[in-house]
């Protein structure tokens, strides 16, 4: 015999199971909510900044590509120092997304390790 098992603590039992379930449904619509809230506020409190490319520390050996790159003119080349190529396009992609602007119309100078 397992106890006394009586309709009233069926029915107790029952009642107990449907409020925590009816709980859980609850949570589960009052989450997105709160989560589109947070967004909201955290969109018009950060105004976000324009992105300044890094100052190139490379010096370089031959005049003409530093008085190219005075006119605008960039060979494409990314100079990785302590950064595996792997890392360094995680890297990029990472920045291009954050930003919102393509990968194509970056550039990218240089990437070290700090």
Known sequence: MIGNLTGES?????????????????????IPVISKC???FEKRRQKPEPVRPAPAAVPQAD???AAAQQAGVWGGEVALIGVDEKTA??????????????????????IKVL
């Open 63 to 65: 005049p003409a590509p």
């Open 10 to 30: 069926f029915l107790i039992a029952l009642s107990g199971m449907v409020i925590v379930f009816l709980m859980l449904a609850i949570l589960c619509l009052f």
């Open 89 to 110: 396009a995680c890297v990029m992609a990472i920045v291009s997304h954050e930003t919102g602007i393509p990968l194509s119309e970056l550039n990218f100078k240089q």
């Open 38 to 40: 947070v967004r909201f």
